[in-house]
């Protein structure tokens, strides 16, 4: 089902056939990996002892930026060397634990709306898949595109294995998803400027929860912003 081109949205617009939501700061409240990490030293705490590398992984980020190097770092200095099942259990117990607290009410109700008219729903989200595809499949989405990490055999190595689903990147995705959907109009929703670029290639996007400069700067491109509880 093809959409108009709209920059006004206050509400959920369902019914438009691809519904896209970021996670962080969108569904949740707030960022899902750092707590998921300090859920994978709780469960394994001499852990701990690896984290001497943690100044020098900041160290390096205040010099290159590089969002999606950092994001590799954090996960195998924390991470690097536990099996697939060590992974999948920590996974488990934190969403089992977690997820109910970390998603915001009216992000769910937005996507009980999209899926109710029939749209095909798309978790789109930076976060690493160790965790964002279980999320993705317990809120019932129908496809999560999110960051791959790293494996060798059994083992997680933590590198990644894709490229970082952030900003241009998301933009990227979208493009994809519109030649699987060709003539669908899309809805996405997304909390910060770095979601500015696939927010702007779609029909019908909002902004939730933005900072005041965040709201300023999506004011200034004509996008709609929304506060989410």
């Known amino acids: 089902m093809s959409a108009a081109p709209h920059r006004g949205l206050a509400t959920p617009r369902a019914g438009l056939g691809v519904a896209i939501f ?78 109910g607290t970390l998603c915001r009410r009216t992000a769910l109700s937005a996507i009980e709306a999209h899926r109710a008219e029939g749209d095909h729903l798309v978790l789109l989200s930076a976060s690493p898949d160790l965790y964002v595809l279980e999320i993705g499949r317990r809120l019932g989405f129908d496809d999560t595109l999110c960051t791959g990490i790293r494996w060798d055999g059994e083992y997680l190595e933590g590198a990644l294995a894709t490229e970082n689903r952030h900003g241009p990147e998301k933009a990227r995705c979208v493009a994809a998803l519109r030649g699987e959907h060709p003539g669908a109009g899309f809805a996405a929703y997304g909390n910060a400027q770095s979601d500015f670029a696939h927010l702007l290639a779609v029909d019908a996007p909002l902004v939730v929860n ?11 491109l004509g996008l709609a912003t929304a506060d989410w509880s």
């Open 22 to 99: 970021d996670l962080d700061g969108t569904i949740t409240w707030h960022d899902t990996l750092v707590p998921y990490l300090w859920a994978v030293l709780q469960a394994h705490p001499a852990r701990l002892l690896h984290l001497w590398r943690a100044p020098w992984v900041l160290l390096r980020y205040a010099v290159d930026r590089d969002r999606g190097r950092l994001k590799g770092a954090c996960i195998r200095t924390v991470m690097a060397g536990l099996t697939r099942t060590e992974v999948a259990a920590v996974t488990r117990a934190f969403l089992d634990q977690r997820l």
């Open 210 to 220: 933005p900072s005041a400069r965040t709201r300023r700067r999506a004011a200034a």
